[in-house]
């Protein structure tokens, strides 16, 4: 009796083993699906530009520029795809006939088996940090000066060495919650994923200041 009992036990350990490892991936699964159900959110294809770009990760005084995003995608592991809600897109493609290139943004779902994460960035169309700044002061009007105004001679003093800026990374989603941590501090604490360069400083850091 003992021996058969442990014949059975053996196996069915295994089985509740399997369970634990299987079950998370199918939650995280179906989380995704009602959040993209929820929000309206399909897949985006972003263009090359955007990907081989570098961003920064804060809305007002970000201290740093981090990339290229195709980078920071690789870094954060798990099974990545980008997303566009359903009327942004239909924005998008409206200002595209009318040959205009809008800020729009993507969501950045990350699914792993612990987790399921959006990171939501701007894309960033502009050629010029004044561009930039232009369509910050169509939307907060004179205001821009004081909040932007500072940001603005950063970012041209880093495309002057020859940054390619086209996105911000504007906030992260975690268990369906915006995360209220700035996402220049998360990436580079949480993530190890490091700044190329210095806003503040106007030089380049690290192993990409090797290579310039």
């Known amino acids: 009796m003992l021996k058969r009992l442990k014949r059975w036990c053996l196996p069915a350990s295994i089985l509740m083993l399997a369970s634990l490892i299987i ?9 995704a699906q009602a959040f993209r159900q929820q929000n309206g959110l399909l897949a985006y294809a972003p263009p090359g530009w955007f990907l081989e770009g570098y961003f920064i990760a804060r809305e007002r005084n970000p201290g740093y520029v981090f990339g290229p995003v195709q980078d920071f995608v690789r870094a954060m592991g798990g ?8 009327v942004e897109l239909k924005r998008v493609e409206r200002a595209s006939i009318d040959g205009e290139s809008p800020e729009y943004s993507l969501f950045l779902e990350i699914v792993s088996p612990e987790r399921t994460e959006y990171w939501v960035f701007v894309v960033l169309p502009h050629e010029s940090a004044q561009a930039w700044f232009d369509a910050r ?26 940054l390619k800026i086209k996105a911000e990374l504007r906030f992260f989603i975690e268990k369906g919650d915006i995360n209220l941590e700035s996402p220049e501090g998360a990436i580079m604490t949480r993530y190890k994923f490091q700044p190329v360069f210095d806003l503040s400083a106007g030089r380049w850091l690290g192993s990409a200041a090797k290579t310039k």
């Open 23 to 31: 079950t998370p991936k199918a939650v995280t699964g179906e989380s």
């Open 79 to 86: 099974k990545t795809i980008w997303l566009i809600e359903d």
């Open 137 to 162: 002061r169509a939307y907060h009007g004179r205001k821009a000066k004081g909040y932007y105004g500072k940001t603005q001679s950063e970012l041209e003093r880093a495309l002057s060495q020859g």
